[in-house]
């Protein structure tokens, strides 16, 4: 599947909220309830690194009637235990990625989580490559693609604009929307976290001064807490970046990215004898790689993202798309992944994708897709 896709899932609404200021909202948001319980399997409730021990934030799960779209008490914000859990974020969120959220206008939730990752290995990539991360460059990578509702809005999606650089995390998340739960923070440098300090100014744009003097600020939040309709009341163009409004160092960093990833070596197609699949002209198909945004979010530490970041170019990860057979279409392909000059087979493979373990790395790199 392209980055440029969503597959529609099919959930059963259990009971649509009618909360008059959510009639903008789509009859899926307002009509999945989490499935999450204190006693479900396996739950994941991590949501920061304890470094000194203390607990500054708190996993809620107790919200009966509420849904990712409604609003919370005591500073509390909805989240998918999807990005958690498998994105790996941790609260609070970094100053990019909150500057993401509220240049678009949005809750964290109402961000697709594929789209969330985008924002992590961006950022990674970008650390890796001695580049300040900016909006505007993630903006000029980056657009909006918003699903078609005729009765409401809901999550909003991340594309390439033109040069496509990321995989996405996976091609089809299942079964996310439905496991979520509220986060708050506990402590005061937690609560500090989610707010910044704004001047008053006057319409003439001096400052607003109180009657000793005193410049007048307020507190506002770093980003919507709570679903909104503001990012929809503007045209997806009006969120991204044109070339002329990159700064010169946004335009270095973007061609540095471009290189970075056109660097890769190009995948060889196969058929699943390991034969090269050739074109009209006769030319062996290659198959084009960008950075890996599973793999890379998967890195447990900086020093394991680096050696992922340092090799990715040159790696025998290559993804090698396979030619359908009679088994393929059954889902019992014989898989036959080339790294270097070894060979390893999977028989009655059922997934779209086979993982090859690579000498010196935690995780596998070879990616095996059937065309």
């Known amino acids: 599947m ?3 896709e969503e597959t529609a899932e099919n959930r059963r609404l259990v009971d649509t909220i009618t909360d008059p200021e959510l009639d903008w909202v789509g009859p899926e948001p307002r009509g999945i309830a989490s499935v999450l319980t204190r006693d479900t399997p396996a739950l994941h409730t991590v949501v920061e690194e304890r470094r000194d021990g203390l607990k500054n934030w708190e996993v809620d799960i107790s919200h009966e009637g509420a849904r990712i779209c409604s609003k919370f008490d005591e500073e509390g914000f909805a989240m998918y235990e999807f990005v958690f859990k498998n994105l790996r974020f941790r609260l609070p969120f970094s100053n990019f990625a909150m500057g993401v959220f509220r240049w678009l206008r949005l809750a964290p939730s109402q961000l697709h989580s594929n789209s969330m990752a985008f924002i992590r290995a961006f950022e990674a990539l970008y650390e890796h490559l001695h580049v300040e991360p900016t909006l505007p460059l993630f903006f000029r990578v980056f657009k909006i693609q918003r699903q078609p509702t005729k009765n409401g809005h809901d999550w909003v999606s991340l594309k ?31 609560r500090d976290s989610l707010y910044q300090v704004k001047t008053l100014m006057n319409t003439d744009v001096s400052s607003r001064l109180d009657k000793h003097g005193v410049q007048m600020t307020r507190r506002v939040a770093q980003f919507p807490l709570s679903w909104t309709e503001k990012h929809f009341k503007l045209g997806t163009d009006a969120y991204l970046t044109e070339d002329d409004n990159l700064t010169v160092e946004d335009v270095a960093g973007f061609e540095r990215l471009r290189a970075y990833v056109g660097s890769f070596t190009p995948a060889l197609c196969v058929t699943r004898a390991g034969v090269p699949i050739r074109d009209e002209e006769g030319k062996q198909k290659i198959e084009s790689r960008y950075v890996n945004t599973k793999t890379l979010l998967e890195c447990k530490s900086r020093a394991e993202a680096k050696l992922l970041l340092d090799n990715m170019s040159s790696l025998q990860e290559c993804m090698i798309k396979m ?49």
């Open 2 to 4: 392209s980055d440029t």
């Open 323 to 371: 030619q359908k057979s009679k088994k393929a279409r059954n889902g019992t392909a014989s898989i036959t992944a080339v790294v270097g000059n070894e060979q390893q087979v999977s028989s009655g493979c059922s997934s779209h994708i086979f993982l090859v373990q690579a000498p010196g790395f935690e995780h596998g790199f070879v990616g095996c897709y059937f065309s």
């Open 160 to 190: 390439h604009q033109s040069h496509k650089l990321f995989k996405m995390f996976i091609d089809s998340i299942r079964g996310f929307k439905e496991r979520y739960y509220v986060v708050r923070p506990v402590t005061q440098s937690a």
